[in-house]
């Protein structure tokens, strides 16, 4: 009994470290997402002057 604590100290922080790298994944996910949404509006207002792709291979 006393050789289990190592074991499941170990596997405890490797738990607490998973769930914290899951979370700010998706944390940073979402800030990406918000960001890009708020600047998309100021990006539409803006047209390209010239076209990405020329007209023979659309």
Known sequence: MMDLWVPLVF???KI???VAVIFLS???H???EKEEKR?????SMQ???T???PRSLN
């Open 11 to 13: 596997g405890l922080f």
């Open 16 to 18: 607490g470290v998973l």
């Open 26 to 28: 998706i944390k940073s």
């Open 30 to 32: 979402r800030d990406g």
């Open 39 to 43: 600047k998309k509006p100021a990006d």
């Open 47 to 49: 047209q390209p002057s």
């Open 51 to 53: 076209p990405l792709m």
